[in-house]
């Protein structure tokens, strides 16, 4: 199975950008659909951005993000990446990243996804 860790968090001005990281081990993260989420305190996870890249290449985003974060993966550091630019406030959260053992379709809900990383914190700087 594979092991996923978040990085990248951190504090970000309003309007600036910051990418966050999740190196998986064990296994390569083709082999699955992946996923980031997001959650606030006393909130539901959150979808953010999905991504398979085996066979076609296929995207999805929440409306939320839509046109300012980009999901994307380098196969050779075995790492998905999440592109965030022009943060607002209310983009404050955790964020986690989730793999998905049926690997040709990615989802939005959090309890298709079997394997998560403990997740990375990013704020917002007031």
């Known amino acids: 199975q594979v092991q996923l860790v978040e990085s990248g968090g951190g504090l970000v001005q309003a309007g600036g950008s910051l990418r966050l990281s999740c190196a998986a081990s064990?296994?390569?993260?083709?082999?699955?659909?992946m996923g980031w989420f997001r959650q606030a305190p006393g909130k539901e996870r959150e979808f953010v951005a999905a991504?398979?890249?085996?066979?076609?290449?296929?995207?999805d985003y929440a409306e939320s993000v839509n046109g300012r974060v980009t999901i994307t993966g380098d196969n050779a550091k075995n790492t998905v990446y999440l592109q965030m630019n022009n943060m607002k406030p209310e983009d404050t959260d955790v964020y986690y990243c989730?793999?998905?053992?049926?690997?040709?379709?990615?989802?939005?809900?959090?309890?298709?996804?079997?394997?998560w990383g403990p997740g990375t914190q990013f704020t917002l700087a007031s």
């Open positions: 991504l398979k890249t085996r066979g076609a290449t296929t995207t």
């Open positions: 064990g296994r390569t993260f083709s082999s699955y659909a």
């Open positions: 989730a793999a998905r053992n049926i690997y040709y379709a990615i989802r939005r809900r959090p309890n298709e996804y079997a394997y």
